[in-house]
């Protein structure tokens, strides 16, 4: 799949993470993906389940919500141009300096299976997280997750 | 059959994930036939968590039952898989 030239930002200027999720999260209710709550929905579940993942040379967030607040499941992506603290996934208490989101709009478990799995290998390979962390339009993105994604 | 519980906090993204790492990881190791996999999220689980015999999550689980439970971000990051597979694979040793 291609990530959208509307649901991506580059180089986004945020001072938290709770902006970065309202700017990106926007992006994906103005473009009817998600339904009304959605940014307040994944701002709460960010708090309770966070997304943040200490992948090197840096972070990733991949914050997401409850199937019932989207409408057609798809992504939406940001790199920042300077990084904003993220709660580890799984802790309470550690904190992933994050330059790489891609917001996740899942209706259900079987959607988009194949697209999870290979982002999650994207992360797993420290020169793709760079080169991701440095793209700088839509067309070098799709490039670097054509055949991935 | 043991009975292997993965969760997060939704129970369709990451569980998604590690469910599809971790049949794979159970095929590569002739396991598949000992162990079947259940898919969660966490807030439907924590009252009957002890009716698992292995439990995997991607998200912080409440003290009392963290004893119980392996973190299954490595699988995410790609840092930490060996021994956290250790772990999964001495309980589902566990007699």
Known sequence: ?149 | MKKLLIMCGTGIATSTVVKGKVEQWLKDNNLSQEVKIYQSKVSDEIGRIDEYDVVLSTTLVPNNIKDKVIDGVPLLTGIGIDSMYDKVLAEIKRE
């Open chain 1, 1 to 149: 799949m291609k990530v959208a030239e509307e649901l991506t930002i580059i180089e986004m200027e945020a001072d938290s993470k709770e902006e970065v999720l309202d700017l990106l999260g926007n992006r994906l209710f103005e473009q009817g993906f998600v339904k009304e709550g959605f940014v307040e929905s994944i701002l709460k579940r960010e708090e309770n389940y966070p997304t943040g993942l200490p992948t090197e040379p840096v972070g990733v967030a991949i914050p997401h919500t409850d199937g019932d607040m989207v409408n057609k499941s798809t992504i939406a992506f940001a790199n920042l141009k300077n990084p904003v603290k993220f709660l580890m996934m799984g802790t309470d208490d550690k904190w992933v300096d994050v330059k790489l989101i891609f917001m996740l709009a899942l209706k259900s478990s079987d959607d988009q299976l194949n697209m999870l799995q290979k982002l999650v290998g994207l992360f797993q390979d420290p020169e793709m997280v760079s080169k991701l962390a440095e793209v700088k339009d839509v067309n070098e993105l799709n490039e670097l997750v054509q055949d991935k994604v």
